[in-house]
């Protein structure tokens, strides 16, 4: 992978390395040649500027490859077409290192590379560092050189280095240093490559009646070049003054300048400078221009966006000039105030006279301020009256731009913004916040007001509100409990199940609904327990975003406990405690169910007392009572914690047995009788013993329903009271008409006596 990246910034390397070689070989060539056409060496030399500029438009510096290629293509094309190899091995020296000085210098004093000409200035300096400066320097190291070597006159060597790289930077360097594909693109049509083919044509052709009209009359051959310098493209423009350089060229070589010979002997006597300040004067004119033309254009554009833009945003521009006594303001702030165009110009302080009176002394106290240096800039809000008479606000901001040399403000400039409807807003905002707070502080006397506790949580889940009730109830102070989450200060269980019954968070795309609990049980700081009756409400605002919830909760243990009671008095008898009938029979018909449903079959038992109508008889209905406490604490505590006790009425009870034995059932009848037996009642000083008398049957799958199993004990109990009481007897379905006839017969004897 590293291998691939590396080879694609090399290979283009070793490109750009062949092109600069290649190149240089082309333009060399063409110089060498043209000076075969007399003799010297070259009176124009191509090659340095063609390298200069390919070398100077390249996103990197130059490189060992790139001056291998540089020598190699100097040393190819002197070797080639050169006999001396003493200087064919010296020229690619003194080439490259002038090449490389060059971008040195120009990188040193115009810019980074790649080298980018925007403007006049700087292809001058581009112009005279590396046509003029670093070719001189090459000049001078290579005349006495080549002048010792091989016997060339020092200074007509020198000046033919000299001014033959300065006519080849002229002609070459404007169009190879602003040649783009845009500047291509733009001559691939047809009538734009036509308009720049008929100029370049014109202006040659004048280039080259100027010889033949006299020695030297560059002015007449530059004079069409600087005509159409400030209307042309600045590419356009370098193509254009290359050709006619290119044309004073061929003119001079083929003779149509009298006096100056034939060949590259027409360049004698400075020909090539004089050509090269023909051809480039122009182009900088023209670039000049252009650069000026572009910079108003600039101007004009950013003047244009930026009066768009304050027009767009509403905003007026005042501009005050104390040299000229008088103010200016723009057409927007003219129509912000309902006047016409330039009708508010004019005397400095008019504007003062539209301010509210009210607003007059803050906007002056901050004029001054910034007059006398205290403020960075002016800025104030206030009224002004418009033409038609209406008061609108206004935002100034202003700063001086100018002062004398007292520190005297000379120019300010600063703009104005109609802040009508930000100021209404900002009212409706105000009485709007007013009322909410209104509204907010009523919420909070109320909240701390009313009997119910609340708590607020946030998102989060973290306690946001806590009323003082909140507090009593939970322990726990407002200050210490806001901010702190919920499970911290408020720990609320059902009763019954136990979970925890915490606000959550509703499902997404869900509101939420309150969620009220009357078996809530809150768990204090200290450890202690509190009945509550609670309300989590979910706060959900209108995209359906979760906010908190609202917990409103009372303290529910007198109700709880009322509830309780009326609840333990509904299912148990009010004399004995023991169940009363009716809470009696809703069990045994569960219990009946239950069994049918494959659950253990259990036994009943039916009791009566003997003997108990005598109490009431000889001691009263008081005594009565205290003796069926007495006798109902003793059947409980001959039974089991699982069996089920119950008054039914009167002296009958009845017992539900955990166990379906029939044997457990005999034991805790015997056990019954004797508890009953046993039990010593007195009252107002007569003793009192009393028996019962048991039927016992079980309860199974093909027992009948409830009131057949407690007919058949209750005939089982009589038939044991026709055995002769403080017995027990055990009737099964089987024997239903056996017990049945004895307890008719126990009934019938009673009722009898």
Same mark, same amino acid.
């Given at each position: 992978?590293?291998?691939?990246?590396?080879?694609?910034?090399?290979?283009?390397?070793?490109?750009?390395?062949?092109?600069?070689?290649?190149?240089?070989?082309?333009?060399?060539?063409?110089?060498?040649?043209?000076?075969?056409?007399?003799?010297?060496?070259?009176?124009?030399?191509?090659?340095?500027?063609?390298?200069?500029?390919?070398?100077?438009?390249?996103?990197?510096?130059?490189?060992?490859?790139?001056?291998?290629?540089?020598?190699?293509?100097?040393?190819?094309?002197?070797?080639?077409?050169?006999?001396?190899?003493?200087?064919?091995?010296?020229?690619?020296?003194?080439?490259?290192?002038?090449?490389?000085?060059?971008?040195?210098?120009?990188?040193?004093?115009?810019?980074?590379?790649?080298?980018?000409?925007?403007?006049?200035?700087?292809?001058?300096?581009?112009?005279?560092?590396?046509?003029?400066?670093?070719?001189?320097?090459?000049?001078?190291?290579?005349?006495?050189?080549?002048?010792?070597?091989?016997?060339?006159?020092?200074?007509?060597?020198?000046?033919?280095?000299?001014?033959?790289?300065?006519?080849?930077?002229?002609?070459?360097?404007?169009?190879?240093?602003?040649?783009?594909?845009?500047?291509?693109?733009?001559?691939?049509?047809?009538?734009?490559?036509?308009?720049?083919?008929?100029?370049?044509?014109?202006?040659? $052709?004048?280039?080259? $009646?100027?010889?033949?009209?006299?020695?030297?009359?560059?002015?007449?051959?530059?004079?069409?070049?600087?005509?159409?310098?400030?209307?042309?493209?600045?590419?356009?423009?370098?193509?254009?003054?290359?050709?006619?350089?290119?044309?004073?060229?061929?003119?001079?070589?083929?003779?149509?300048?009298?006096?100056?010979?034939?060949?590259?002997?027409?360049?004698?006597?400075?020909?090539?400078?004089?050509?090269?300040?023909?051809?480039?004067?122009?182009?900088?004119?023209?670039?000049?221009?252009?650069?000026?033309?572009?910079?108003?254009?600039?101007?004009?554009?950013?003047?244009?966006?930026?009066?768009?833009?304050?027009?767009?945003?509403?905003?007026?521009?005042?501009?005050?000039?104390?040299?000229?006594?008088?103010?200016?303001?723009?057409?927007?702030?003219?129509?912000?105030?309902?006047?016409?165009?330039?009708?508010? @110009?004019?005397?400095?302080?008019?504007?003062?006279?539209?301010?509210?009176?009210? @607003?007059?002394?803050?906007?002056?106290?901050? @004029?001054?301020?910034?007059?006398?240096?205290?403020?960075?800039?002016?800025?104030?809000?206030?009224?002004?009256?418009?033409?038609?008479?209406?008061?609108?606000?206004?935002?100034?901001?202003?700063?001086?731009?100018?002062?004398?040399?007292?520190?005297?403000?000379?120019?300010?400039?600063?703009?104005?913004?109609?802040?009508?409807?930000?100021?209404?807003?900002?009212?409706?905002?105000?009485?709007?916040?007013?009322?909410?707070?209104?509204?907010?502080?009523?919420?909070?006397?109320?909240?701390?007001?009313?009997?119910?506790?609340?708590?607020?949580?946030?998102?989060?889940?973290?306690?946001?509100?806590?009323?003082?009730?909140?507090?009593?109830?939970?322990?726990?102070?407002?200050?210490?409990?806001?901010?702190?989450?919920?499970?911290?200060?408020?720990?609320?269980?059902?009763?019954?199940?136990?979970?925890?019954?915490?606000?959550?968070?509703?499902?997404?795309?869900?509101?939420?609904?309150?969620?009220?609990?009357?078996?809530?049980?809150?768990?204090?700081?200290?450890?202690?327990?509190?009945?509550?009756?609670?309300?989590?409400?979910?706060?959900?605002?209108?995209?359906?975003?979760?906010?908190?919830?609202?917990?409103?909760?009372?303290?529910?243990? @007198?109700?709880?406990?009322?509830?309780?009671?009326?609840?333990?008095?509904?299912?148990?008898?009010?004399?004995?405690?023991?169940?009363?009938?009716?809470?009696?029979?809703?069990?045994?018909?569960?219990?009946?169910?239950?069994?049918?449903?494959?659950?253990?079959?259990?036994?009943?038992?039916?009791?009566?007392?003997?003997?108990?109508?005598?109490?009431?008889?000889?001691?009263?209905?008081?005594?009565?009572?205290?003796?069926?406490?007495?006798?109902?604490?003793?059947?409980?505590?001959?039974?089991?914690?699982?069996?089920?006790?119950?008054?039914?009425?009167?002296?009958?009870?009845?017992?539900?047995?955990?166990?379906?034995?029939?044997?457990?059932?005999?034991?805790?009848?015997?056990?019954?009788?004797?508890?009953?037996?046993?039990?010593?009642?007195?009252?107002?000083?007569?003793?009192?013993?009393?028996?019962?008398?048991?039927?016992?049957?079980?309860?199974?799958?093909?027992?009948?329903?409830?009131?057949?199993?407690?007919?058949?004990?209750?005939?089982?109990?009589?038939?044991?009271?026709?055995?002769?009481?403080?017995?027990?007897?055990?009737?099964?379905?089987?024997?239903?008409?056996?017990?049945?006839?004895?307890?008719?017969?126990?009934?019938?004897?009673?009722?009898?006596?």
């Amino acid at each position: 992978m590293k291998a691939g990246v590396t080879a694609g910034p090399r290979s283009a390397e070793y490109a750009g390395a062949a092109l600069l070689a290649a190149g240089f070989f082309v333009a060399g060539a063409i110089s060498i040649l043209l000076s075969r056409l007399g003799e010297g060496i070259a009176g124009v030399w191509f090659a340095n500027a063609f390298a200069f500029a390919l070398m100077a438009r390249r996103n990197r510096l130059p490189s060992m490859v790139d001056c291998a290629a540089l020598f190699l293509g100097s040393f190819v094309v002197n070797g080639l077409l050169s006999l001396n190899m003493v200087m064919a091995l010296l020229l690619p020296l003194i080439n490259t290192a002038q090449v490389l000085l060059s971008l040195l210098l120009v990188r040193r004093f115009v810019g980074d590379i790649p080298l980018k000409v925007a403007s006049a200035r700087e292809f001058v300096l581009v112009l005279v560092l590396a046509g003029g400066v670093a070719t001189a320097a090459a000049a001078l190291v290579f005349a006495p050189i080549a002048s010792l070597l091989d016997g060339w006159p020092p200074l007509w060597t020198g000046w033919t280095v000299l001014s033959g790289n300065v006519l080849g930077y002229a002609i070459l360097l404007p169009p190879l240093l602003f040649i783009s594909r845009r500047n291509l693109a733009a001559l691939a049509h047809l009538r734009a490559a036509l308009r720049l083919a008929a100029v370049c044509v014109a202006c040659g $052709v004048v280039a080259c $009646v100027s010889l033949v009209l006299g020695q030297f009359p560059f002015v007449l051959a530059m004079l069409p070049l600087m005509i159409v310098a400030p209307r042309m493209a600045v590419f356009e423009l370098a193509l254009t003054c290359a050709f006619t350089g290119a044309a004073l060229m061929a003119g001079a070589m083929t003779g149509l300048a009298p006096g100056l010979g034939h060949g590259i002997g027409a360049f004698r006597g400075g020909f090539q400078i004089a050509a090269a300040i023909t051809v480039s004067t122009p182009f900088m004119v023209g670039l000049f221009v252009h650069q000026i033309t572009e910079g108003r254009r600039r101007i004009a554009d950013a003047e244009t966006r930026w009066n768009f833009a304050l027009a767009s945003a509403g905003q007026g521009v005042w501009d005050l000039d104390l040299r000229r006594g008088c103010v200016r303001y723009s057409a927007t702030w003219a129509k912000m105030l309902g006047y016409e165009e330039q009708e508010l @110009d004019g005397e400095p302080d008019h504007w003062l006279t539209l301010v509210h009176p009210d @607003d007059r002394a803050a906007v002056v106290k901050a @004029d001054n301020a910034h007059l006398e240096g205290t403020t960075s800039h002016f800025e104030a809000e206030f009224r002004m009256r418009r033409k038609d008479g209406e008061w609108i606000w206004i935002l100034d901001r202003g700063k001086v731009v100018e002062r004398d040399a007292d520190g005297r403000m000379l120019r300010a400039i600063g703009s104005l913004t109609d802040i009508t409807q930000r100021k209404e807003a900002e009212q409706r905002l105000i009485v709007s916040a007013a009322m909410l707070a209104a509204e907010k502080e009523r919420l909070r006397v109320t909240l701390h007001s009313i009997g119910d506790a609340v708590i607020c949580t946030d998102a989060a889940g973290c306690i946001s509100f806590m009323n003082p009730v909140a507090e009593k109830l939970t322990g726990s102070a407002s200050g210490d409990a806001l901010g702190q989450p919920l499970d911290q200060v408020y720990r609320a269980i059902d009763e019954e199940t136990g979970r925890s019954l915490g606000p959550g968070r509703p499902a997404d795309g869900h509101p939420g609904r309150p969620d009220q609990n009357s078996r809530a049980v809150l768990l204090r700081q200290d450890g202690t327990r509190c009945s509550i009756r609670q309300i989590v409400s979910p706060i959900v605002n209108e995209q359906g975003v979760f906010g908190g919830s609202v917990i409103v909760f009372q303290d529910f243990t @007198d109700a709880r406990t009322l509830q309780r009671q009326l609840a333990h008095a509904a299912a148990h008898d009010a004399l004995t405690g023991l169940a009363n009938r009716s809470s009696f029979m809703r069990a045994m018909e569960e219990i009946v169910a239950q069994v049918k449903a494959g659950s253990a079959p259990r036994q009943f038992m039916f009791i009566d007392l003997d003997r108990f109508k005598l109490v009431n008889d000889t001691s009263g209905h008081a005594a009565g009572d205290a003796l069926l406490k007495r006798v109902g604490s003793a059947i409980r505590g001959a039974l089991g914690p699982d069996d089920i006790v119950a008054r039914l009425g009167g002296d009958e009870f009845a017992v539900v047995l955990e166990s379906g034995a029939a044997a457990h059932a005999e034991a805790a009848a015997a056990a019954i009788i004797e508890a009953v037996r046993t039990a010593d009642f007195a009252w107002n000083g007569a003793a009192h013993t009393i028996g019962a008398s048991i039927g016992i049957t079980a309860i199974g799958p093909g027992c009948g329903e409830a009131d057949e199993i407690i007919a058949r004990a209750d005939a089982a109990c009589y038939a044991a009271k026709a055995a002769g009481r403080g017995c027990a007897f055990t009737a099964s379905p089987a024997q239903q008409e056996v017990v049945q006839a004895a307890g008719l017969a126990v009934r019938t004897a009673a009722s009898g006596s």
